[in-house]
């Protein structure tokens, strides 16, 4: 079959062969977009609202249409930008898939993949398609993310791959069976870059209030509507209270808030060229309180250096056995790269009959050279008797910090029975930013665990380097029991450094540690951190890695740089908390709209204000305030509870509101007066009411949060004063008594709001 060619397929079979054709997502389609922010039930509503009162009202109090069209372009505009930033950074982290063609190995794009494309493999590749191996050399496939079968399996030629596994060790290739959207994980492969609005604590509880809300708003705007029509004669009035409460109910800015506030959250970390690959990840990033760190590629910067080969016995060949073991891996792991730059060929006469691929498991590689023997190269407390002196001596070197490796004859390809003939350094680089990257965390209550596959006094060494509280103590992960989660718990909240950490053991502690009730970030750049970034809350990884990790993590850091990671928490906690606070204004208003129609409904009343006089109070004390407040910097840890925490504040805010409204609306009314006066005095309590509102939920105050709120009561004393916007907002000042009993009982109430809502702290200081 031509497809198996070891040539590959050539240029003209490329050009009639199907292609991978799976569209690349890494963001909701302009179509989409503009669906989610303008064909909602909320905008449905306020339309026919609109409409109302373009027949019957005054086209004055129709302003509410413009707030909304306003909304619904900047929705629009924000998750444009976001989609262009991911869309970019998506492209970036594309990792290349080599294939042989025409005889010669090439990279291509992912979805230039045609079917019968010889496909290279190699440790940390991703398969992208289905298909079947033609070669293998101790081709070893993780296919836990498919299947949850936790042991890697070997492939041989003939044996079927699939598409979302990723290699572990050896290399090899494979036809392509399947491509495009018949390949087995295309979906699992297109959702890996999608800009997803999943589930979430913050996003399930938006969508409950707007729920919640739903329910209320059609009865209690049903009874609204009956009561203004059958108790005033003028059809055009009814109308328009009716109108008024019932926009006013609807949040219709809290889910555009929320939006933007997570889409600028993914433009802000965009420039920092970190990818979201989720959107969600922002708010774990918020609730991060657990931070586990994998010392290669994290601490310590990408790629080392070779430093000493220190015989143990005299007259081996170890110079020669070193570069051979190097060199005869096809696809170098970083250890092999660093002995291949002294050692660039493999000595003449070194074939390798066989041969064993490193694996983070395995801890070793080896190989069988023809007339040479079998070498075997790897971690020294694997392949040496712990007893023996070349043990000790290894022990004593890598408590220096460096990785040491034993270089060992043996007499199969099985790790047993080896005999050290010399060890090997290898210095690795501190990460200059490492150290405060670290202290900022500590400073914000994060705790953080480095979990490495070195040797634990090596490990230990690099973290009493970096000042990491508890390092200088190192757990070895091979003591740990294997059969019992909750003392591998109790053990993970003890310490803070663990080596000869498997693979397997990473996983497991995300585990145990998320079963006490933590949320935990993980960050890695190797194959043998997959299956870990898939478990944790929030998966972070390098974008040097290899394509397997970075198509699990939920952000890729695409730059490599450790000293992100702070500004990564600290966006997602700027985002969380303010859309908090943001929640806390809409839902007020949504309540004291709730009680007001109730009320009034009941009552008999006319509706206290008009659409217009709620659109110039909804701007001053929410919409405006709103945008500032979605994209101010905090430094507070989101904690869970946001559905209860935002009902206490606004259910009895909100009520205590209404109740002010009302009495000033009926205080005005008690002498002869106008409907026009009345209303002024019931604006003027509601704006008053709702700035206090306002002032609660911007706490603490600093100095430009001061400037926003006073600004805010500037404008509205402005559109009291000036006489063309007194007019156009239908205000009437000539009973200055009722100004001043309107301002007095707006004083009361805001103290009554302030007593409710004592019991909900501040969301915490800001910078």
Not at 171 to 185: I, L, N, P, Q, W
Not at 640 to 647: A, E, I, N
């Amino acid at each position: 079959m031509w497809g198996k060619r070891v040539d590959g397929l050539t240029s003209a079979q490329v050009a009639v062969s199907k292609r991978n054709d799976v569209p690349r997502r890494s963001s909701r389609s302009f179509g989409a977009i503009v669906r989610a922010n303008v064909l909602t039930l909320f905008n449905l509503v306020i339309a026919i609202l609109w409409l109302l009162i373009m027949i019957f009202g005054e086209w004055k109090d129709g302003l509410f249409g413009l707030v909304i069209v306003a909304n619904s372009l900047i929705g629009i505009v924000q998750e444009l930008r976001a989609k262009r930033t991911l869309d970019r950074l998506a492209v970036v982290n594309e990792a290349p898939v080599r294939v042989r063609r025409d005889g010669a190995e090439r990279e291509i794009e992912p979805r230039d993949i045609v079917l019968g494309d010889l496909i290279l493999l190699g440790p940390g590749d991703r398969l992208l398609v289905d298909g079947e191996v033609v070669a293998s050399e101790g081709l070893e496939v993780d296919e836990s993310l498919l299947n949850g079968e936790a042991d890697p399996m070997h492939k041989e030629p003939g044996d079927r791959v699939l598409s979302g596994s990723f290699v572990v060790a050896g290399s090899g290739a494979f036809t392509a069976t399947k491509v495009g959207e018949d390949a087995y994980a295309a979906r699992l492969t297109a959702e890996a870059s999608k800009f997803a609005l999943a589930s979430s604590e913050l996003r399930d509880g938006v969508t409950r209030f707007i729920k919640y809300i739903t329910w209320l708003v059609v009865p209690i705007g049903a009874l609204l509507i009956y009561s203004q029509v059958s108790h005033h004669a003028d059809f055009g009035t009814a109308i328009t209270g009716a109108v008024a409460g019932i926009v006013t109910m609807i949040p219709e800015g809290l889910v555009l808030m929320t939006s933007i506030a997570f889409a600028v959250g993914v433009v802000r970390l965009g420039r920092r060229k970190c990818l979201v690959q989720e959107l969600p990840a922002i708010e774990g990033l918020a609730r991060v309180d657990v931070l586990c760190l994998d010392k290669t590629g994290t601490l310590t910067a990408g790629g080392m250096d070779l430093g000493e080969v220190l015989p143990l016995r005299d007259g081996e060949p170890v110079e020669d056995a070193l570069a051979a073991l190097a060199n005869a891996d096809p696809r170098p792991n970083p250890t092999a790269q660093a002995i291949q730059a002294r050692y660039p060929s493999a000595p003449p006469g070194w074939t390798a009959r066989d041969r064993v691929p490193f694996s983070s498991a395995r801890k070793w590689s080896g190989a069988d050279f023809d007339g040479h023997g079998v070498w075997i190269l790897g971690a020294p407390d694997v392949l040496i008797d712990p007893g023996s002196p070349a043990h000790a001596e290894a022990s004593a070197l890598a408590s220096t910090g460096a990785r040491v490796l034993a270089l060992c004859r043996a007499p199969g390809l099985d790790g047993q029975g080896g005999e050290a003939v010399a060890l090997v350094t290898l210095t690795q680089r501190l990460r200059p930013d490492a150290q405060e990257t670290l202290a900022y965390f500590a400073k914000q209550g994060v705790t953080v665990k480095v979990i490495s596959g070195d040797n634990p006094r090596a490990v230990s060494a690099i973290a009493t380097a970096l000042g990491i509280p508890g390092g200088d103590k190192a757990v070895d992960s091979r003591t740990l029991p294997e059969d019992d989660p909750d003392k591998i718990a109790e053990i993970l909240d003890a310490n803070t450094v663990f080596g000869r950490v498997t693979p397997q053991q990473k996983r497991m502690f995300v585990g145990a540690l998320q079963s006490r009730g933590h949320v935990v970030a993980m960050t890695g750049d190797g194959v043998n951190d997959v299956l870990a970034l898939k478990d944790a809350d929030l998966g972070i990884a390098m974008g040097a890695g290899s394509p397997a990790t970075k198509a699990v993590a939920q952000v890729v850091l695409l730059e490599n740089r450790f000293a992100t990671l702070p500004y990564l928490v600290g966006e997602g906690r700027r985002v969380l908390a303010n859309i908090e606070r943001v929640s806390n204004l809409f839902l007020t208003k949504t309540f004291y709209a709730i009680t007001l129609s109730l009320l009034t409904g009941v009552i008999g009343l006319a509706f206290p204000f008009a659409p217009r006089h709620s659109t110039l109070v909804n701007a001053l004390t929410i919409g405006v305030p709103a945008f500032f407040l979605a994209l101010a910097p905090t430094i507070q840890r989101a904690e869970p509870g946001f559905v209860s925490r935002v009902l206490r504040f606004a259910v009895p805010a909100g009520v205590a509101c209404a109740a002010a409204v009302l009495l000033s609306f009926w205080a005005a009314h008690i002498p002869a007066s106008t409907l026009e006066q009345d209303r002024t005095s019931a604006v003027i309590t509601l704006f008053l009411v709702s700035w206090w509102v306002l002032m609660l939920v911007v706490r603490p105050m600093t100095a430009w949060r001061i400037g926003l709120v006073a600004a805010m009561a500037g404008l509205f004393v402005l559109a009291l004063a000036v006489p063309f916007v007194r007019d156009f907002f239908a205000f009437d000042t000539d009973g200055p008594s009722n100004e001043l009993i309107a301002i007095g009982i707006a004083a009361v109430g805001a103290a009554v709001i302030s007593l409710a809502v004592k019991l909900t702290p501040p969301l915490g200081a800001t910078r």
